[in-house]
């Protein structure tokens, strides 16, 4: 039962947060200002989210296997590889060295 | 129907391959983590959050409360309010009508959908997640199914695909020498909060960095 109280919380809050923008500032002019942040909030929401998922284990800065799968993968990406590609590379390099 | 929402889906199609074995992960996860293989496909199709669902399953199966999941899951989606924001001033129609299309938001849909002036194309919006959104729901159910009989999916390398996800969107944004800056600066805002925040808020303090586009 608790984990059925779960799902439905976890769905709620998410349906919220992505309501919450949408209906507050919704279909109106904003200055440019604003638009130039919202233009440039793309690489830093990514790049916190790349550092945060590839060096950090909960709240401990921590590199492994997985980083260095996630470095390759990240030179694939730079020359121009397909994402299919740059996943693939990511988990066999990362499972490679586990295996080692 | 657009032709944007049909790029959209062209566009979405890697990114829904690669959602897949991470959907697959999670429901091998929520397995493991004590749910039914129905919770955890039911989980996907409601919640449809990669980084919320790992997390509430992650601290329920480590003997967490449910608030503590809840609250988990809502920082680790905290980045969508940003988000939502900024794609905000896009959506045309009623406020019932733009929460619901506000719900499309997700992190390389959104990404993909923004034109760097601050506007998005919300049907190439709605078109990317779609492929995304089925995907996400499959993946659960054939990892909820095969459940624990996988074992531990780390030995896959499978924790280094959200990363690997989320690099190959960035390197995509770094076309000038300004977008590297504030990538930077969000990797460091992040870093720097990461033994001191709760998961989820680094992410969050990071679209501080989008200040800096305020120079252009």
């Given at each position: 039962m608790t984990i059925w109280l779960l799902i439905g919380l976890c769905a709620v809050v998410t349906m919220a947060i992505k309501a919450a923008g949408p209906i507050a500032l919704g279909g109106r002019e904003l200055p440019p200002r604003f638009s130039a942040v919202i233009g440039s909030m793309a690489p830093a929401l990514l790049a916190a989210l790349v550092v945060t998922t590839a060096l950090a284990s909960g709240e401990r800065i921590a590199v492994g296997a997985d980083t260095a799968g996630v470095a390759v993968a990240g030179v694939a990406a730079w020359r121009g590889a397909n994402v299919i590609l740059v996943v693939l590379l990511a988990a066999g390099v990362t499972a490679g060295l586990r295996a080692l | 129907m657009p032709e944007s929402f049909r790029r959209g889906v062209r566009l979405g199609l890697p990114y829904a391959a690669a959602g897949f074995v991470l959907s697959l992960s999670f429901g091998v996860l929520a397995r493991q983590g004590g749910f039914s293989a129905l919770q955890a496909i039911v989980m996907s199709v409601v919640v449809f959050a990669g980084s919320a669902q790992f997390a509430a399953v992650t601290i329920v199966s480590g003997g967490g409360s449910v608030l503590a999941a809840v609250a988990a899951a809502s920082l680790a989606n905290s980045r969508f309010l940003p988000m939502g924001i900024g794609l905000a001033p896009s959506l045309p129609g009623g406020p019932l009508s733009r929460a619901l299309q506000g719900q499309t938001v997700v992190d390389a849909s959104w990404a993909m959908a923004?034109?760097?002036?601050?506007?998005?194309?919300r049907w190439q919006l709605f078109g990317s997640t779609a492929p995304q959104y089925v995907t996400w729901a499959a993946g659960t159910v054939v990892g909820a199914l095969l459940g624990s009989d996988?074992?531990?999916?780390d030995r896959f390398g499978l924790d280094a695909l959200f990363p690997a996800f989320f690099v190959a969107l960035l390197i995509a944004e770094l076309q000038d020498r300004q977008a590297r800056s504030i990538a930077l600066a969000g990797a460091v805002i992040a870093l720097a909060l990461v033994p001191i925040a709760p998961a989820g808020v680094p992410i969050l303090a990071a679209s501080v960095a989008a200040l800096i586009g305020m120079r252009r």
């Open positions: - | 923004s034109r760097g002036d601050g506007t998005f194309d996988l074992g531990d999916t």
